[in-house]
C-alpha cells in the first residue's frame, strides 16, 4: 500500500451522483483519515452538485478531471484509493484501470455484469497486488458481519429456509434514467436495490447455489421491476427472494434465516440484526458496534484490522447467482442448474 496505516489516505472519487454525494457525508466525517484529493466526473451539473456538499461542510471541493484515463496520469502517483460509483457497465473497466495504476478500490454494487467479468477482475486484482472491496452495505455492515459468525458457529443450528423480500417505488424513481437502460443497468429493480438482496442472502447463507427457478416482470419497463426467486443451497436449504419494485413510495426490506434451533432477522443492507433462541417468545435485537459506513470498513481493511469482508470472489457468487436466474427467467420459470465452478480457472485467476 502506498499509504502507512497511520497516514491520510489520497482517495478518488469516479462518479458525483447521489450516491456519491451521500458516500461524501460520510468520508468528511473522517478527515482525519482521508482526503478527496480529485474527482473523475464528465456531467458538470453532477459535479456543481458534489461540490455542495463540501461547501456545507466548510471544505475546499476536490478538482475534477473528466476523463479516467487522464485522471490517473496526472494524479495516479499521488493517489492511494479509488471510490468507483458509477452506472454498472462502467464497473469492470473502471476498477481494472484504477488496480492497474496502483490504486485500491472500493467499488459501489454490484460489481460487475456477469460472472466472465468476475473472474476476470479476481486475476486483475491478484495480478496487480491491490486491494478490491464491494460496497455492499450489508456485507460491509457490522450486523451482518456478526449474524455471518453467529450462523458459522452454529449457534442457531443449522440453517433450513432463507427469506427475503426487497420493495421500493423504484419504478416510478428510476423512470427515464440509466438504470432503465438494460445495457448500462444489466438488469431492473432485482440487480439494483434487489442485488443488495442477492449478496446479503448469499453471504449469510455461505455456500453455492445448486439449482435456480426465477421469474421476472418488466411491468411495461425495460428492465425487470418484480421478481421472484426460488433456490436451492448446496447444503439442501431453501431460499425463497421476492422484489417488488412498483411498490407504494416506500424503500425497505426483510430477511428471516430459520435454523434448527432459532430464528435471525435481518435487512437486505444489514440494517437490524434480531434472534430468537428455542424456547425464547419474541425476536430480541443484537448490540453491534457503530459504523460510519462503507469506506470506513474499507480503512480498516486496508489497514489489516479486518479480513476483507466483500472481496471480488463474493461479486462472483453474487454474479452467478444473477446470471442463473437470468437463464430461468428467460425460460419462463424452468429450474436452471448452477453450473459447478471452474476451480482451476478460478486458483488461476487468483494466483
Request: glycine share 8%.
Amino acid at each position: 500500500m502506498n499509504a502507512s496505516e497511520t497516514a491520510v489516505v489520497q482517495m478518488a472519487f469516479v462518479g458525483c451522483g447521489g450516491m456519491a454525494r451521500h458516500h461524501a457525508k460520510q468520508i468528511l466525517k473522517q478527515q482525519e483519515t482521508t482526503n478527496v484529493r480529485v474527482v473523475c466526473e464528465p456531467s458538470e451539473a453532477a459535479y456543481a452538485r458534489f461540490c455542495e456538499v463540501f461547501a456545507e461542510a466548510g471544505v475546499p471541493a476536490p478538482e475534477n478531471e473528466p476523463d479516467l484515463e487522464r485522471m490517473l496520469t496526472r494524479f495516479g502517483k499521488e493517489l492511494d484509493a479509488a471510490f468507483i460509483i458509477t452506472p454498472h457497465a462502467m464497473h469492470y473497466a473502471q476498477t481494472r484501470a484504477c488496480m492497474e495504476a496502483g490504486l485500491d478500490v472500493l467499488l459501489e454494487k454490484p460489481m460487475v455484469l456477469n460472472g466472465e467479468e468476475a473472474v476476470d477482475l479476481i486475476e486483475a486484482r491478484s495480478r496487480t497486488g491491490r486491494l478490491l472491496v464491494v460496497s455492499f452495505n450489508g456485507s460491509l455492515s457490522p450486523r451482518i458481519r456478526t449474524a455471518v459468525r453467529m450462523l458459522r458457529a452454529g449457534t442457531l443450528g443449522s440453517i433450513l429456509n432463507i427469506h427475503g423480500a426487497a420493495w421500493q417505488n423504484w419504478k416510478q424513481n428510476t423512470a427515464n434514467t440509466w438504470r432503465q437502460i438494460p445495457e448500462v443497468a444489466g438488469g431492473g429493480f432485482f440487480f439494483d436495490t434487489g442485488a443488495h438482496m442477492l449478496n446479503t442472502i448469499s453471504d449469510l447463507a455461505g455456500e453455492d447455489f445448486v439449482e435456480v427457478a426465477a421469474w421476472l416482470d418488466n411491468r411495461g419497463a425495460p428492465v425487470d421491476i418484480l421478481g421472484a426467486v426460488i433456490g436451492r443451497l448446496k447444503s439442501g436449504a431453501m431460499v425463497t427472494m421476492s422484489a417488488c419494485g412498483e411498490a407504494i413510495p416506500s424503500c425497505s426490506s426483510d430477511v428471516r434465516i430459520f435454523c434448527t434451533e432459532g430464528i435471525l432477522q435481518t435487512g437486505i443492507w444489514g440494517e437490524r440484526l434480531l434472534i430468537q433462541r428455542s424456547g425464547q417468545r419474541r425476536l430480541t435485537p443484537v448490540r453491534v458496534p457503530v459504523s460510519l459506513g462503507q469506506w470506513e470498513q474499507f480503512l480498516l481493511v486496508r489497514q489489516g484490522k479486518i479480513e476483507n469482508p466483500c472481496p471480488p470472489e463474493v461479486g462472483l457468487r453474487m454474479a452467478r447467482l444473477w446470471d442463473a436466474i437470468r437463464a430461468s427467467a428467460a425460460q419462463a420459470g424452468q429450474p436452471v442448474r448452477m453450473p459447478t465452478l471452474d476451480t482451476t480457472t478460478l486458483a488461476m485467476a487468483a494466483d
